[in-house]
């Protein structure tokens, strides 16, 4: 197995400000609240007020384990949603989208299919591999938001970009490729440390209603079915572009949470927003990578990750090194969702599943049963421009801090119970 760890130097200015970036205390920052799937709306679903008055620019969903064997780990919600409830495998995921005024979070539950969704499950076994087996219903969330005038200037930015999911009015006609798939020139010539895909929705009627983050997979490819369907955005970055892929088939949609899920809401169009921010804007205090797949030798699903930093930020990619999204990066997320079926020609199902705590982070992904992959880009997705499906991929590990009230002491001790250099600037 090949793993790079970087050791994390911090540098400490004399107000205590930690230095690659950390970010601010959140404009919005809600307590643990108690979450479960499957039992009832009231239980499975929250619409959190965030008092912004704005749209939030980044949010952040943490779900909690409470159960073993992943008690205390921290899986990332997602901003698409990664299956409904008609198929008889298992499957999670805790999704969100959000507005001005409120955060809406959901687990899954039951709408008219199998009784079988989870906030947090894990596989390992026949169609994902990874860290261990857990089933849970109930979790403990948070959400974190931030204004985009409390975040540094991104140095990529681009907005207002319209898509629209496939021809809702003719089966035999194709979608226009330009309505389902993007791949615009952001220029860095490096790898941004921080990217921000997501899509500001427009109801069946016009109005602009809600934004979803789009996600770094597809999770399940439905072919165009009136009772299956795809709601997520795919992207994945390099060190020059970012592509966006969105459902190109009759009766496709870019988000819609009825079935499975109790959001009541579904959007076919709207306005894509990127934003991108270089290494040295936004450097990630820690950072590593590694290799995971089926021919990676003494592959491992659990490594050491102190995050020194404190309330850590995290997030995982894998990047391809082969096919035509070779060199991409594709977001990684705790969401886990498959089907035994083979449903697209390139990818049915795929991405990486991953959690962490303050000593180390945890991996599952899709097995070679069928064709799933940690690289996921269906051929039913953007016309089936640049589709892919890889099995082995290279994993991007990176992490901020983010401040509270007592930010500069607890860096100070973290960093001294860990051995780690500290340095303090002139005052």
Known sequence: MFAV?????????????????????PDFESPWL??????????????????????????????????????GYIFQATGGIPRDDDEPEPYSGVVYIYDESKIIVSAPHHGNGANNGYAIYTEDGNYYTGANNQSSYSVDIRVRAWRMSSLP??????????????????????????????DEFHGF??????????????????????????????????????????????HGVSKNRIRVWIDSQYRAYIFAGYDGYPISF???????EMYAWKPNTMAAQEYSQTLLGPNVPNETFEMPYKNNVLNPFTRVWVR?????????????????????????????YGGLVYAYDTVNIRFWRPTSAINGGLTCVSH????????????????????????????YNLVIVQLYNSGHEIMIGNC
């Open 5 to 25: 760890w970087t050791s994390l130097f911090v540098v400490l200015s004399c107000s205590g400000t930690a230095i690659g970036y950390q970010f601010p205390v």
């Open 34 to 71: 108690p979450f479960e799937a499957q039992a009832g709306k009231s239980k499975a679903m929250r619409e959190i007020p965030h008092g912004l008055n704005e749209v939030p620019f980044i949010v952040d969903v943490q779900v909690k384990s409470l159960d073993a064997p992943n008690k």
């Open 153 to 182: 200037k991104a140095d990529f930015e681009k907005t207002s970009i319209p898509m629209k999911a496939g021809n809702t009015t003719y089966r035999h006609l194709r979608a226009i490729v330009s309505d389902v798939y993007r």
């Open 189 to 234: 010539n490096e790898y941004p440390s921080m990217i921000l895909v997501r899509m500001n929705l427009t109801f069946t009627r016009g109005k602009l209603t809600a934004m979803a983050d789009a996600v770094g997979a597809n999770f399940v490819t439905y072919r165009d079915n009136i009772y299956r369907q795809n709601y997520h955005i795919v």
């Open 266 to 272: 579904f959007a076919v169009e709207g306005y894509l």
């Open 320 to 348: 391809s090194n082969t096919g035509p999204n070779a060199g991409f990066m594709f977001l990684g997320s705790g969401a886990m969702a498959y089907v035994k079926t083979v449903r697209d020609s390139v990818c049915s």
């Open 380 to 407: 039913f997705f953007g016309n089936g421009t640049n589709s892919q499906m890889s099995t082995d991929a290279e994993v991007v590990i990176r992490s901020w801090g983010v401040d509270s009230i007592s930010e």
